[in-house]
């Protein structure tokens, strides 16, 4: 602005000095209005100051904003590179998440079906759990069964054993006997004859006191045997242990027949 002022008031030099003014009326008034143009220009010249000053100000403050201007936009384009990177990172999470939600749906249903199979697992293990029970009873009710057969069979071993002792023994004695059958047969026929029990034994039907051995036998078998008959106890051991079974009926009926 200043510069334009500069430029009329030299415009207005040249045209009155190149110009006469041919009349004198015209010099006082343009004299009057060069004075007041001065006085003009003076009351200017501050207010051109100032003006001045505020445009610099104005000028720098306009590169300094056209200055964070660009520096806004550098961030601005930053920021809207961040927000597409955040945007495509919010995609992959939400896709993330939808995979996350469907594995949580497919591990409930998973759940609930191995809850499923424990409570099956459970109830045969429990069933299990009783058999076996009932198992380890069947299994101590025959192990006592066991033992008492065992012991049983033991007793009936031990007594079988026994009778077998008393069954030999006659018989090894018997092997020995027929060479004295008969000096034996005629002892026992004198001492039955000339015996009143012997003969009271005959008549009651019993067996004759003719062999102490049968005598003790007959009484080892009241303690080994569990006859419930004294007289089937008797026949046994006559029959199988003493020497003369075989001549009994002979005998008898000597017996009888020296009463």
Known sequence: MMSSLLKDLAEISIAVGSNDIKQHEGSRLIKEELTVMCLYIRKMKPEVKTMVK????????QAESNKKMDENKKELAACQLR???????????MEYLQNVEQKKWQLEESLSSLRDELDKKEKLITELQDLNQKIILEQERMR?????????DQDRTRKTRKLHELTVMPDRKSRQAPLRHASWRRKTRKRSMASPRA???LRNGSVPS?????KEQIKHSYEYMEYGDTTQAEQWLLK????????WPTECAMWQGGI
């Not at 505020?54 to 403050?61: A, D, F, G, P």
């Open 240 to 247: 199988h242990c003493c020497p003369f079974y075989a001549t």
């Open 210 to 214: 003719v062999s102490r051995l049968c």
């Open 144 to 152: 006592l069964e066991h033992k008492k057969l065992k012991s049983t």
């Open 199 to 201: 003969r009271n034994d």
């Open 83 to 93: 927000i597409s990177q955040h945007e495509a990172k919010i995609k992959s999470l």
């Open 54 to 61: 505020r445009i610099e100000y104005l000028e720098s403050t």
